[in-house]
């Protein structure tokens, strides 16, 4: 019953997996994405079933990772 629900549900990786999407959301959050992205065209891009799901095959470099934590961290501002 469990894994019947996880699968119906694309908010969980099981069922977004299923689903083909290329990360789990679920319905609220889907909504806030939308309302924060003003281009109709950059909403259509970033929602989960329009993405390309990545691909497990090509993992990131420990360069791309340490990249992108540094971009991440950059963008942090605690006030």
């Given at each position: 019953m469990l894994v019947k629900r996880a699968a119906?549900?694309?908010?969980?990786?099981?069922?977004?997996?299923?689903?083909?999407?290329?990360?789990?959301?679920?319905?609220?959050?889907?909504?806030?994405?939308?309302?924060?992205?003003?281009?109709?065209?950059?909403?259509?891009?970033?929602?989960?079933?329009s993405m390309k799901v990545p691909d497990e095959q090509t993992p990131a470099t420990p360069d791309e990772i340490a990249s992108a934590d540094a971009a991440l961290e950059s963008e942090f501002v605690f006030t």
């Open positions: 119906l549900d694309p908010s969980t990786a099981l069922g977004a997996e299923l689903a083909g999407w290329a990360y789990p959301a679920s319905m609220p959050e889907l909504l806030t994405l939308l309302a924060q992205i003003p281009s109709r065209n950059t909403a259509k891009a970033v929602m989960p079933w």
